[in-house]
């Protein structure tokens, strides 16, 4: 069974900082950018250590006459043009560096999920993959962007400038240096409560972008129910808990802060007090005294601002942590190494060979129960029985979107696992239940089917599907917006794209599971017909509770509980008697064709 991120109860923190080494693949490919903006660093941090240099002459050569002084300001101008040029180049590549990472990223994400199985999928929302591809990879295009470069430029300010302190003044500088495990303790300590609560904050939020995600595609479902109430409730108690969150991260990292500033910068001011007193003393010039000043402003400057971005570097471990996550999330449904290629032409014949499944999220029940099904190339196989009987179950295994537990699924003779999903999958079209109607036009819905056909095609397609007529009278056509999910279309034109892309689609095997359930009887008889002239050259398996619509099918296969209890056609299932004979008895005896009746609900997928 596949993996998704564990719920936050049960997921370890993050321990240490090197969590961000999960970055090192994305920023390799960049190495000859990362050096450019190392030097724009390294050059703007040492111009900032030869100011204070620059000070000391001005103000221990103040007599020197006014032209010394003009050449020790006029120095300190083009000291000052290269820092501007420097911290331009270093603004720009780091920046630059990190948009680049962070697109990286995200692709990187999302083509490992979009070829994630279901399994996945039954363990965690999609809203929380979106906030992980959208929130965790901000926050680390922050840090790339900002917070290393800030972090990288306060250690070589820190470096040198405690070099330079002992230049200026070994007394003074062996005060200084008593003072940083003071300022220490209090980073380490407090810096990993701040991991975890970051790391807790980031899953509060992606929690929050699911449950949002999750109720706003169902938002007519909820106003329907009047459920508008406790959905706000449950929203709100969650991003409350997110807050809550963030301020306990918030609370831990002012403290940090300003217990860090205040030890280093009230350290300095001692240690300056002892330095005026050897001025007076003429122990040390005004200027060294100015030098050292500023060098020690520095050095406490870079120790304050180092603390700080620590906590941005323990937010971005934790969004790295959960990035990692998806990027390594297991997946048992993996192609071969040496994977075989389906024969071409695909004649499509179709085995179920003794097929044992469970769900994951039901093991103690099976879906599929020691099935044994052959279908010929070009027959047309109908798939009925009671909801839950296994019927979805065939078409699910036979995409292969699981794996039997038993029993192998043939294409042609070559079991699924043998082969890449693409590869066959190629040679499958289906109309699901539910159509997935995307937020484009109906041309491109269409053209989903098969993305290199010609506008001719897809609307050869759409007439085959008896879409064309009131595709042509929407506002602009072909190219009209549909609308999220399809929103703008009706059940039954929503269906009619879906065949249509089905049709493009040109497979050899065709997938039909209760392809016309959202149809009226006009429409459903028209697409009816499309679908007979479409499933004669073809392997073409239905599921439909309606058993009017497979009438004519080359073989009727009929499930119960998970097993193939009676196949034949039509005529010879309602002779032998049996479940068949007892649905199709209440179907067509029992009202008209086009109204459901409480036989067709319980004949639902399986």
Not at 351 to 365: G, I, K, Q
Not at 378 to 396: D, F, N
Not at 511 to 519: I, K, M, N
Not at 588 to 601: I, K, L, S
Request: charged share 20%; net charge neutral; glycine share 8%.
């Amino acid at each position: 069974m596949a993996r998704g991120p564990k719920p936050i109860a049960d997921r370890p923190t993050t321990k240490r900082i090197s969590a961000l080494r999960a970055l090192g693949p994305f920023l390799c490919p960049y190495r000859g950018l990362v050096a450019a903006a190392l030097g724009a660093l390294t050059l703007t941090a040492t111009i900032s250590l030869i100011l204070p240099l620059a000070v000391r002459r001005v103000v221990d050569g103040f007599d020197g006459g006014a032209g010394m002084l003009d050449q020790y300001f006029g120095a300190a101008m083009i000291i000052v043009v290269l820092l501007a040029i420097g911290t331009g180049m270093r603004y720009f590549l780091v920046t630059r560096l990190g948009e680049r990472v962070v697109a990286d990223i995200r692709k990187a994400v999302f083509q490992r999920v979009i070829g994630l199985s279901p399994a996945f999928y039954e363990r965690v929302l999609t809203g929380e993959i979106i906030s992980r591809i959208t929130t965790d990879t901000t926050l680390i295009q922050s840090v790339i962007g900002s917070s290393v470069p800030i972090a990288l430029r306060n250690i070589l300010l820190l470096i040198g400038g405690v070099a330079m302190l002992v230049w200026t003044s070994a007394k003074l500088s062996g005060l200084v240096l008593l003072l940083v495990p003071l300022v220490v303790v209090p980073i380490v300590v407090l810096g990993r409560r701040l991991r975890k609560l970051s790391r807790e904050n980031q899953d509060w939020i992606a929690q929050s972008s699911g449950a949002a995600s999750e109720v706003l595609l169902s938002a007519q479902t909820v106003q329907a129910f009047t459920h508008e109430g406790p959905t706000r409730a449950r929203f709100n108690e969650v991003t409350e808990r997110a807050y809550d969150s963030a301020m306990n991260r918030v609370r831990t990292r002012t403290a940090m802060t300003m217990i860090v500033i205040f030890l280093a910068f009230s350290g300095v001011l001692g240690v300056l007090w002892i330095g005026a007193r050897d001025v007076r003393l003429e122990v040390m010039t005004v200027g060294q005294l100015v030098q050292f000043v500023i060098y020690a402003v520095l050095v406490a400057g870079a120790v304050g601002a180092l603390s700080e971005i620590w906590g941005e570097l323990q937010r971005a471990a934790g969004a790295t942590e959960r990035l990692s996550e998806l990027l390594t999330a297991e997946d048992t449904l993996s192609d071969p190494a040496d994977p075989v290629t389906l024969p071409q032409p695909v004649k499509g014949a179709i085995r179920f060979d003794d097929v044992t499944f469970h769900y994951p999220s039901r093991p103690d029940r099976s879906a599929l129960d020691g099935v044994t099904l052959d279908i010929r190339p070009g027959e047309t196989v109908a798939l009925v029985g009671p909801s839950g009987a296994g019927k979805t179950t065939v078409i699910q295994l036979l995409l292969r979107f699981w794996d039997p537990d038993a029993g192998r699924v043939l294409i042609d003779g070559i079991d699924l696992r043998d082969m890449a999903r693409a590869d066959f999958r190629q040679s499958i079209a289906l109309v699901p239940q539910d159509p997935v109607i995307f937020a484009a036009t109906a041309r491109e819905n269409i053209r989903f089917g098969r993305p290199d056909a010609s506008d001719a095609e897809v609307e050869a397609a759409a007439r085959a599907a008896h879409a064309d007529d009131f595709l042509r009278v929407l506002p602009e056509g072909y190219d009209s917006y549909v609308g999220e999910r399809g929103v703008m279309l009706s059940g039954g034109q929503k269906q009619r794209i879906a065949i249509a892309r089905a049709i493009l689609r040109d497979a050899p095997i065709l997938l039909l599971d209760e392809a016309t359930s959202a149809l009226d009887a006009e429409s459903e008889l028209l697409v009816q017909h499309a679908v007979d002239e479409l499933s004669r050259s073809r392997t073409t398996i239905i599921v439909a509770h309606r058993l009017a619509t497979v009438k004519k099918a080359d073989r009727i296969v009929v499930f119960d509980g998970g097993r193939v209890v009676a196949q034949g056609r039509h005529d010879e299932l309602v002779a032998e008697g049996g479940l068949y004979a007892r649905l199709a008895r209440l179907q067509f005896t029992a009202g008209p064709a086009d109204e459901e009746t409480p036989a067709e609900a319980e004949t639902g997928a399986g």
